[in-house]
Structures are given as C-alpha cells and as structure tokens.
C-alpha cells in the first residue's frame, strides 16, 4: 500500500520560512507528477507547485519566486521550500502523487499558518 507521509509545518511569523517534506513508501511504480497542493478554511484545494516526471515545474502565480520544490528520485521524496511567507500563505498543505497508470495519492495534510 503506497503512503504519503508529510512534515515540517507549523507557526512561522510573517516573511519567516518553512520547509515541507513528502515520503512516499510502498511498491511505487512509474511516477508521473510529485507535488504540493493547499486548502484554507473556506476555500477550495489548489495547487500550490509540482514536478512532473522529466523535470518540468508548475508553480501557482501567488508562490512564483517565493517557494521551490524539489524532488528527490531516489528517496522518492518531495521536498517545498517556502520563504517570504504571507499570512495567505496559511492553509493545510497536502502532498500528492500520482503514476503514469492513473493512480492517485494523498498524505494527511500538514498545517502552515502564518501569523504574528
């Protein structure tokens, strides 16, 4: 059974920095996107970055220049490095994975709130 395990949220003030891990375990075969999507109270899940198999990034205009992800093949990890945080920024953060078969994958969600 394939599993997405996420850490390294939490509180950070205004313009502080976080950095979310992704794990995936299990029998994984053939990877096709690794990445990081967000809900806030109220709204609707969005994507926030990705990697897609072969190197191509997607970035969501509202985090361009302020996060990175990055993506480690080997450990099949996902990794969102997020600076110059806003308190938009705050929401639940959901790692998801899915194959070139079509399968689909969700960790628990990790709380970001970004608050003084």
């Known amino acids: 059974q394939v599993q997405l395990v996420e850490s390294g949220g939490g509180l950070v003030q205004p313009g502080g920095s976080l950095r979310l891990s992704c794990a995936a375990s299990?029998?994984?075969?053939?990877?096709?996107?690794m990445g990081w999507y967000r809900q806030a109270p109220g709204k609707q899940r969005e994507l926030v970055a990705r990697?897609?198999?072969?190197?191509?990034?997607n970035y969501s205009d509202s985090v361009k220049g302020r996060f990175t992800i990055s993506r480690d093949n080997a450990k099949n990890t996902v990794y969102l490095q997020m600076n110059s945080l806003k308190p938009e920024d705050t929401a639940v953060y959901y790692c998801?994975?899915?194959?070139?078969?079509?399968?689909?994958?969700w960790g628990q969600g990790t709380q970001v709130t970004v608050s003084s």
């Open positions: 299990g029998i994984i075969y053939s990877i096709y996107t």
């Open positions: 998801h994975m899915d194959t070139v078969l079509g399968n689909n994958y």
């Open positions: 990697v897609i198999a072969g190197g191509s990034i």
